[in-house]
């Protein structure tokens, strides 16, 4: 086990564990106090304005009821074959949402893991999955964690901040991004568009990281239940951009096939 790597929020002094009889909070030396949730993850949000901010429960539960199918493992697989070969004792999962990739994660390698979002009600769901990993709440623009602590990082799907990134790496320490593949969900917008189009795979700006590698992930899923073809369309963005007529035509799909593509990005510090 290395040092716990959490800092407070307010004062960025180390946070110390708990006290048996202060099981319910997380201070820091200078005695600020965070609370611990009775789901056991720790809320380290201190800016107003951010309470219901981040993916809502219905979101939530549409992620984590398609992705505890393992309909993207193919993706999961990739990143824990990366992680097994990193030299790494510290990992987090930035943005991690419901937790189904820290949790298959831990499942691969030995190592303290942590995982936060912006979101409570996903970080709730990602601390009931007790996997062994430290949840807690907070902002990636302000990530309460030691600079220069991180060995092995992932960011799926979720905005980046390139100099908040790179300030909580190691030095030598490994980021994994993925950016949707061309044809990922192209059988989906089949469903709910007249005209398709192909995914941009151009690369986010990552400033000072080095771009180590670039790897291909490509699979086709078949779902074959209303409920789940309904879960995959509410985590992604088509559910915010789709005409009525395409959301009419998906309800009465029952049977979807369609290509998952990825494309991840493996950074170095
Ligand atoms: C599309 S989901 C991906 C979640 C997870 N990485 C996965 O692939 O299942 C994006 C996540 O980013 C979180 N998020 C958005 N803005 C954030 C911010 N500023 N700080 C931390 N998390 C944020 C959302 O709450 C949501 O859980
Ligand atoms: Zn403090």
């Known amino acids: ?25 997380r201070k820091c ?23 219901n901010a981040g993916d809502n429960k219905e979101m939530a539960l549409s992620r984590k009821n398609f ?15 990366l992680l097994v070969t990193a030299d790494t004792e510290t990992v987090l999962d930035i943005c991690c949402g419901e937790g189904y990739y820290t949790s298959q994660l831990t499942k691969r390698k030995k190592c303290d893991f942590y995982g936060f979002d912006i979101s409570k009600e996903m970080v709730r769901l990602a601390a009931k ?8 709440a907070a902002n990636l623009t302000d990530i309460p964690v030691r600079s220069c602590s991180v060995d092995f990082a992932f960011h799926l799907f979720a905005p980046f901040d390139k100099y908040e990134f790179y300030r909580v790496m190691k030095k030598g320490g490994t980021l994994v991004t993925v950016i949707p593949g061309r044809e990922h969900l192209l059988g989906l917008k089949e469903v709910l568009y007249e005209n ?17 590698d670039r790897i291909r992930v490509r699979a086709s899923i078949s779902i074959d239940n209303k409920e789940d073809i309904a879960s995959l369309f509410k985590m992604t963005p088509y559910y915010y951009s789709t ?15 369609t290509p998952i593509e990825f494309v991840l990005l493996v950074y170095k510090k």
Do not use: Q, W
Request: glycine content about 6%; proline content about 4%.
């Open 1 to 25: 086990m290395s040092e716990n790597i959490l800092i407070c929020p307010v004062c960025g002094k180390p946070l110390e564990n708990s006290l048996e009889k202060e099981k319910n909070v």
């Open 29 to 51: 030396v200078s005695g600020h106090s965070f609370d611990i949730a009775k789901d056991n993850y720790v809320n380290l949000l201190v800016r107003s304005g951010t309470e």
């Open 67 to 81: 992705l505890s199918k393992d309909y993207y493992k193919p993706l999961a697989d990739v990143v824990g074959d």
């Open 129 to 136: 999955r007790r996997c062994g990993a430290e949840f807690f």
């Open 196 to 212: 398709i189009y192909y995914n941009d795979e151009s690369v986010t700006d990552a400033g000072e990281f080095t771009l180590a």
């Open 243 to 257: 005409p009525r007529s395409g959301i009419e035509k998906l309800e009465r799909t029952e049977k979807l096939e």
